[in-house]
């Protein structure tokens, strides 16, 4: 007859594996479990990386420092960064000189109003450009304001600051006659309407009426806004053509600070 096997009694304790034996075939059994794998099981298998931050070890690129060779190539390429910017802006200055000293030898010349002659249009002490006369696209016409050299007969102060050329506006054009009557201007016998730039308390002469004048060809009869103070053709006659420095374009200073006006 078979023996039974005893069951454990109380107190007692069943019986157990060896050490040995029992890891020998758990070892023996993972290793059969893997070789059993196909390449494509191993290879979907999601692989583990190592926690390092058990170990108090932070890996992270974007934190660790750069190396001193990193920091020395990234310091060489913010100056030449640097370099390349100041050069860019070295060569627009360069430019901008280059061309503002063109336009004033060729196209535009800064003046500077003498004196009140002009007002209100114009007030002492004002910076204007005036486009030269060579540039001009088409005559001079009435109404503009212009610059001309200071004539050589005059019987008037130029001014304050005893400048050389002269601002006026334009009355009357080459071969017209002109004359005041009542204060009131008449060109080739007709009443001028002009814009408004006079102080009109003052109408368009003041208290220095214009004798009947013809005026010669290529001159043009030149007069100041300021009616009841100015030196002008009425002084010193019709200026000629030649003497015309060029046209006033805009204002560009008032007091000393910026401002733009463009006529």
């Known amino acids: 007859m078979p023996t039974s096997r005893p069951s454990a009694g109380k107190g007692e304790q069943p019986p157990q ?37 058990m170990r108090g070890l932070e890996l992270d690129a974007q934190n660790l420092p750069p190396t001193p060779a990193g920091r020395r190539r990234r ?11 100041l050069a860019k802006w070295g060569v627009v200055l360069t430019v901008a000189t280059l061309v503002a000293v063109l336009l004033r030898v060729t196209v535009v010349q800064p003046f500077s109003v003498p004196s009140t002659a002009m007002a209100p249009t114009l007030q002492a002490g004002d910076r204007v450009l005036v486009v030269k006369s060579s540039l001009l696209t088409g005559p001079v016409e009435r109404g503009e304001i212009i610059v001309f050299r200071h004539p050589e007969t005059i019987s008037c102060p130029a001014g304050s600051s005893g400048a050389e050329d002269l601002v006026k506006r334009v009355i009357g054009l080459p071969g017209e006659t002109i004359r005041s009557v009542g204060g009131s201007i008449y060109i080739n016998g007709r009443q ?29 009869f030149v007069m100041g806004d300021n009616r009841v103070n100015s030196c002008d053709s009425r002084s010193f006659g019709a200026v000629a053509g030649s003497t015309i420095v060029g046209k006033v374009v805009s204002i560009v200073s008032r007091h000393g600070h910026p401002y733009l006006h463009i006529f």
């Open 17 to 53: 594996w060896t050490g040995g034996t029992l890891d020998a075939s758990v070892a023996k059994f993972e290793r059969g479990n893997h070789d059993l794998e196909t390449p494509a099981v191993a290879k979907s298998r999601p692989r583990q990386s190592a926690d390092y931050r």
């Open 75 to 85: 310091d060489s390429s913010d100056r030449r960064r640097r370099r390349r910017l």
């Open 192 to 220: 001028l309407h002009e814009a408004g730039w006079y102080d009109p308390r003052f109408r368009q002469v003041g208290s220095r009426q214009i004798p009947r004048t013809t005026i010669p060809p290529g001159h043009f």
